[in-house]
């Protein structure tokens, strides 16, 4: 059975395509996935069967091997800086709730600077399995 990563998969689009091992692009459709399966992550390494499709070979029968590595996983921050990172927030968050008390919004930049950081934070938090 042949073997590759996969390229891209869109889950909206219904579609992507694996690299083979042996060079060249395999069509993808969503109809291939494992049952239960919605989307493949990029990068992920494959199994599969190829069929001659309108427009070339077509993958069938996609099996994982192995899932690609989380970008996000592998640049987070050491659980002590995240830490210090989570002390300040709270801060941040503890004026701005104070301010709030007060009956206002803090300044646009306040809030510009406090939504970033949130989001960053978050975005260490959100790691794929």
Known sequence: MPTGRVRWFDA???????TSDEGGDVF???????????????GAKVEYSVVSGRKGPQAMGVTPIASAPSLVKAT?????DMAAIC??????LDAA???LRRHRYPSAAESRKLATLLR???DNFD???
């Open 28 to 42: 993808l459709p969503a109809a291939a996935l494992p049952t239960g399966a919605t989307t493949l992550r990029k």
């Open 87 to 92: 002390e300040d927030l709270i801060k941040m």
């Open 97 to 99: 709730g104070n301010t």
């Open 127 to 129: 790691v794929e399995d």
């Open 76 to 80: 987070r921050p050491k659980p002590d």
């Open 12 to 18: 909206a689009k219904g579609y992507g395509f694996i």
């Open 120 to 122: 960053a934070v978050a």
